[in-house]
């Protein structure tokens, strides 16, 4: 399922206004958000949408034109569907679509402005990985706001996005799963007697914990982000953990031994490192 959607679609965009403007960028100019709706004093929804971040300029036509599409599906994913789009005007389409037909008389008595801003980073980068960083939050309603954060790795000799599954072989999954269990414990300090499922987490009595598809390749060690949702309810926030480089470099497929062994060599200048492991957002 499409991360931003599995957000999104529990907080309905509900408030009246009769009417909506075409997108307009906001009195703070261009670098300002796109706001659909009047705005000022009737509420409005304001977007700030990003752009792909600038890709080495070592990558061949195809495998720049394959990362950027890539990212921008994510980048700017519909709240609705799973139906992959790469433009943010179809994204911002979308939005002044479910704001016009839910904006109608009658729908809400509090009307409120909603916000919604994604962005896109390089949180690491040398010669043979990259890692992008995809971030969407605001507030569409409902009881409370949203933030996620979704990882991409590529490799950059082939131009192709990093899995967990390639990175991992099956044979050493299980090994995996406990070196995972065993940040998440300490990111969110529960005591090694204590399962999980105990805790308030969405884990099975005595089975292994869930691990996203959704991690990145940092100097630090392997960052693995868990949104809202995925494994807890949303008041515990989002859980960040980091595998250091060292616990896992001796598991990984013969196919990503270059990717990991790599991370010695120098980073692109200004590319940031790993953040320490965190538990509520």
Do not use: W
Request: proline content about 10%.
């Amino acid at each position: 399922m499409n991360l931003f959607r599995a957000t999104l679609s529990i907080v309905p965009l509900a408030f009246a206004l009769g009417g909506c403007s075409l997108f307009a960028p906001s009195p703070g100019g261009p670098a300002g958000p796109t706001e659909i709706g009047a705005c000022n004093p009737l509420p409005c929804i304001r977007a700030s949408i990003g752009e792909v971040p600038a890709l080495p300029t070592t990558l061949s036509p195809e495998f720049r034109a394959s990362i950027d599409t890539q990212v921008k599906q994510v980048l700017y994913a519909p709240v609705d569907s799973d139906q992959p789009q790469v433009t943010s005007e179809l994204l911002l389409t979308e939005l002044k679509a479910r704001y016009d037909e839910m904006t109608q008389p009658g729908v809400t008595d509090a009307p409120v402005d909603f916000e919604i801003s994604r962005d896109a980073t390089v949180l690491f980068e040398n010669a043979d990985v990259i890692t992008i960083d995809v971030t969407s939050e605001g507030f569409l309603g409902g009881a409370h706001g949203f933030r996620e954060r979704t990882l991409l790795v590529f490799d950059l000799k082939s131009g192709k996005r990093v899995t967990l599954a390639e990175l991992v072989p099956a044979s050493s999954h299980g090994i995996f799963e406990k070196l995972v269990e065993a940040q998440f414990r300490r990111a969110r300090e529960i005591p090694a007697g204590e399962s999980l499922s105990d805790a308030g987490y969405f884990v099975k009595p005595g089975g292994a914990i869930p691990i996203p598809d959704n991690f990145g390749i940092t100097p630090g060690g392997l960052l693995i982000q868990y949104n809202p949702y995925e494994v807890a309810p949303y008041a515990f926030g989002p859980t960040e953990i980091v595998v250091p480089l060292e616990a896992f470099q001796g598991i990984v497929s013969d196919s990503s031994k270059g990717l990991i062994s790599s991370l010695s060599a120098p980073a692109r200048s200004g590319s940031p490192v790993a953040p320490e492991p965190s538990g509520r957002g």
